[in-house]
């Protein structure tokens, strides 16, 4: 047998909003404080304190990131939102409680297990991962597309990282007719390239990487540490359009001096396409969620 699942929305951003909208369609009732303002979808309810957000709930879901750098809640929706430490969070909820966020700090995780509170870090599902993949490629080729003032067709472009993303990025690119090498590490992944019809660039030191300083007129990173020195970066070509998809810290130092352009799009999903992350993210955790309230 199955309760019904009432789920608490506690800040967010556009994605966050999509995912309740799915959650809430898919049969779960929500309560939301700092994420509606106005209309609400059905099964929507928004709170006027967290407090009242808290309540009897069965899971607390936050935002990706789920808490800024000073540990306070992500809130980007509405401005009549009290502050929300972490700290404050973890001493609320109740210990029977989950709670589902995004891309949770050390302290964070430390907080919650001080309370006895379990915690899903939903950014490291793989499932969430996999599928994410779709709208951040979608979203690296319209950052291109709408820079370059030449075609993808016919384009010289460098992927770098043979991952989730970059192995999908790589195919989209091939698919549009770009001439596209892909760097790699492991002599596994330099095996994969080649097979799938791209150029492979095996990374052996910061050598192996001065091809890439040879005229590409764009180059995507999706490797999140620095692989491309500062010598490197100031060798570019001003041509070259260099965008940044890893997170922090990122392939490269953006304090160091380039000639060339560079795009840093790290969350490409929230920000392009947040009703497909949402959606994303919602159904990836569904599965969860039911299980919480199961008997």
């Given at each position: 047998m199955?309760?019904?699942i ?5 800040g967010?951003?556009?994605?966050s909003?999509?995912m309740?909208t799915r959650l809430?369609?898919l ?5 939301a ?5 106005g209309?609400?979808p ?13 309540g009897?709930?069965h ?5 990706m990131?789920?808490?800024?750098g000073?540990?306070?809640?992500f809130?980007?929706?509405?401005h009549?939102?009290a502050p ?9 909820v109740?210990?029977g409680v989950?709670?589902?966020?995004g891309?949770?700090?050390?302290d964070?995780?430390?907080l ?21 993949a ?5 979203g690296?080729?319209?950052l ?6 030449v075609?993808?067709w ?8 043979y991952?989730r ?5 790589a195919?989209?690119l ?7 090498t892909?760097a ?16 492979a ?11 890439l300083t ?5 180059i995507?990173?999706?490797?999140p540490y620095r ?17 940044e998809?890893?997170?922090s ?10 000639s060339?352009?560079?795009l840093?799009?790290p969350?490409?999903?929230?920000k ?6 949402g959606?994303?993210?919602a ?6 969620l039911?299980e919480?309230t199961?008997?």
């Open positions: 199955q309760r019904h009432s789920l608490t929305f506690l967010g951003d556009a994605r909003r999509a309740a809430a369609s049969g779960a009732r929500v309560t404080y700092g994420l509606f303002e209309d609400t059905p099964n929507v309810k928004v709170a006027s304190t967290v407090q009242e957000a808290l009897e709930c899971a607390v879901i936050l935002p990131p789920a808490f800024d000073e540990g306070r809640l809130c980007s929706m509405t009549n939102t929300i430490t972490g700290k404050w969070l973890f001493e609320h109740d210990p989950p709670v589902y966020g891309r949770l700090s050390q964070m995780l430390a919650a297990r001080e309370r006895g509170i379990t915690v899903c870090d939903y950014a490291e599902m793989e499932e969430v991962q996999i599928r994410n779709v709208p951040t490629v979608e690296a080729l319209c291109a597309m709408q820079s370059l003032d075609t993808l016919g384009a010289r472009v460098a992927v770098l990282g991952g993303i970059g192995a999908l990025l195919q989209r091939q698919e549009l007719g770009a001439h596209t892909v790699a590490r492991k002599v596994r992944d330099v095996a994969r390239i080649e097979v799938a019809g791209h150029r660039l095996h990374i052996r030191d910061e050598a192996s990487l001065l091809p040879a005229g590409f007129d764009v995507f990173n999706t490797v692989i491309l020195t500062p010598s490197l970066m100031a060798a570019m070509p001003k041509e070259t359009l260099m965008i998809l890893a997170s810290p990122g392939g490269w130092d953006r304090g160091a001096p380039m060339c352009r560079a840093y799009a969350g490409l999903p929230a392009h396409t947040p009703k497909t992350a959606n994303i993210l159904d990836c955790l569904w599965p969860l039911k919480v199961s008997l």
